[in-house]
């Protein structure tokens, strides 16, 4: 489905320490601070960094027999249709998600017709590139990343249709923040959850139920996560296409 824009969305800017003792230990709130207060780890309510657009090549093989009708679908509907990925800080899954993502549609030539995005949980690493690690990996199959990290934020639950976590604490995270801003935002788009799932629930090669996150391991990591997005975003693109005939 195309972008329901039915419900305005207030989206609060705010300016917050950023308090992390590592990477996986969790933001705690305190009086003094804008941040809200999870489960797990905070999200906080920041402006979003400004997004490079990535320059991707082709890597993943598609026929050239749904090519026309692929493109023939989704430039039937007026607006572009809109995916978000998501994971922790959004330097290394995410980012390698929407490279991918971005590559399949642009072999396509579906480029114009989606708005791809992604975006991280908490905003420790918000404006910096992805990790140099994925995007070197990333690289070598002839995907580009060059988004910079940002938070997600309130705005996402109705500019996008579909948003994606990398694993199920992402997942949880979003659905908390969601059930956050609408509780004090009465204008938050409604029932906007059901957009929310996770990325291997596209998969059709691997038996993985979460994109395992690289950050502390070697070379293999990155390039498990980069076989396991591969594989979702084929699934994924032909899914939207199928839906939205």
Known sequence: MIALNLFSTAVVAATAPKILTSRKLRIHHSPSSNLFNYKFHSVPLLSTASRSPAMASSVVNSTSSTTENDSLTVSSYSEPYSILFVCLGNICRSPAAEGVF???VSERGLDSRFNID???TIGYHEGNPADPRMRAAAKKRGIEITSNSRPIRPSDFSE????LAMDKQNKEDILSAYQSWSFKDTTFPK???KKVKLMCSYCKKHSETQVPDPYYGGPQGFEKVLDILEDACVSLLDSVLSENK
């Open 102 to 104: 971005r590559s399949l």
């Open 118 to 120: 992604s975006a991280g």
């Open 191 to 193: 029932n906007a959850q």
């Open 160 to 163: 996008f249709d579909l948003i």
